[in-house]
């Protein structure tokens, strides 16, 4: 399978939760052909082992090509509740994150380069692999051994992530694994500005200085071959009953004026840091719409209430920016949730995932749209 970067538009990267998963699964057949999503190995909820993520990514893509990177976040530590502690149960519990981090931690040796790693990678044969690394200045053999043996493997293309916490170390390495592949095309420089609704300028400064970092390291040949994306998020963490802008193709647009990036996000997924195992007993009803580049955002007042969803829906379908210019799984269950129906949406999980479905869907195709622009200039 030849995967060429530059046909695709919009790189969605999603994480292992089940709602990130029920999003891209009720994608289009269409619609999955039309991206190449990056998909992180992640703990798929509380207790999970590794070998359940394995198993949930397999059947999630199947023959699908994809690329495949590692979620460097811990499994959180079991909570303990102040009162009524059952302490065998949060030891089994503890001892199943210990034993997912225990896993994560051998996949980031750098021993032999990176070989758990590459282990963990042959499993995924229709996989465009991460190049995995924690300290580009102490790990910098390692790293080019990772390339040379996932090529020597049959990888005909490679991916490597870079983002705000890295050392400039990493722009040589990359120079050098370039270097020895038959063209630079073979390798995609995906730039993570991270997540959050400010500091836009100065997270597009950064793609733009990494991407000419890397350029650098480059023959003047090699440059016009790269293919890179630049990826973040602006999703809001807490919301109101509102429209919120993304700011997220603002930054795009940014740094693309200094190279032509592709367009990448979280598929609007909020990823906040679990410090303990702990689930909040309560909810709210959520409904999220997407826009090209805002999202009318519903939320509901009371607390575990279903009836949210059906007012949220009606809410949204009447607010002034619902343009109706979406059919998808996500769009489908909200119109069915406005004249009463929640029979296949009775679960916050399916919410979320309906908004990932819906923001995904739009994104391929303004994604598309945005280039044809670009072309006819």
């Known amino acids: 399978m030849t995967i060429e970067f530059s046909q695709y538009q919009y790189y969605p990267c999603l994480q292992c939760s089940e709602p990130e998963h029920i999003g891209y699964r009720e994608l289009s057949d269409e619609d999955k052909d039309a991206i190449l999503p990056i998909i992180e190995l992640s703990q798929t909820k509380n207790e ?7 198993q949930a990514v397999k059947g ?3 023959s699908r090509p994809f690329i495949l990177d590692l979620s460097k976040d811990r499994a959180p530590t079991a909570f303990v509740p102040k009162q009524n502690a059952d302490h065998a149960k949060i030891k089994k519990l503890q001892d199943a994150q210990d034993s997912y981090n ?17 282990t963990c990678v042959s499993a995924f044969p229709h996989a465009v692999p991460v190049l995995q690394f924690t300290d580009p200045a102490t790990q910098g053999k390692s790293i080019l051994r990772q390339a040379a043996q996932l090529w020597k493997a049959g990888f005909e293309r490679l991916a490597i992530r870079v983002t705000q916490e ?13 270097a020895f592949l038959d063209s630079a095309d073979q390798l995609l420089l995906i730039v993570d500005c991270g997540q959050g609704r400010t500091q836009i300028a100065e997270r597009a400064e950064f793609a733009k200085k990494a991407v000419a970092r890397v350029v650098e390291e480059l023959d003047a040949s090699q440059v016009l071959s790269l293919s890179a994306v630049c990826l973040n998020d602006t999703f809001p963490s807490q919301t109101e009953t509102k429209i919120y802008e993304s700011y997220s193709w603002e930054l795009w647009r ?9 367009y990448g996000d979280y598929a609007a997924n909020r990823r906040l840091k679990k410090q303990s195992t702990y689930m909040p007993g309560d909810w709210k009803a959520q409904v999220v719409y997407a826009l090209p580049e805002s999202w009318i955002v519903y939320r509901h007042a009371n607390a575990q209430d279903t009836q949210g969803w059906i007012d ?13 210019g ?13 004249v009463g129906n929640l029979d296949a949406s009775g679960s916050a999980r399916f919410w979320h995932g309906a908004k990932i479905n819906m ?15 670009a072309d006819e200039f």
């Open 254 to 262: 940014e740094a693309s004026t200094g190279f032509p990036f592709s």
């Open 359 to 373: 923001h995904i869907h739009r994104q391929i195709r303004y994604a598309r749209d945005v280039a044809i622009s």
């Open 60 to 62: 999630l893509l199947a």
């Open 48 to 54: 999970a082992s590794f070998g359940d993520t394995i």
């Open 312 to 324: 949220g829906s009606k809410a949204v379908m009447a607010h002034a920016y619902f343009d109706d």
């Open 326 to 338: 979406i059919a998808c799984w996500g769009s489908s269950i909200m119109k069915s949730a406005a």
């Open 166 to 178: 890295c050392s400039d170390d990493i722009f040589p390495i990359i120079g050098q694994i370039i």
């Open 102 to 118: 225990s896993e994560l931690l051998a996949l980031l040796s750098p021993v032999d380069g990176f070989a758990a790693w590459r």
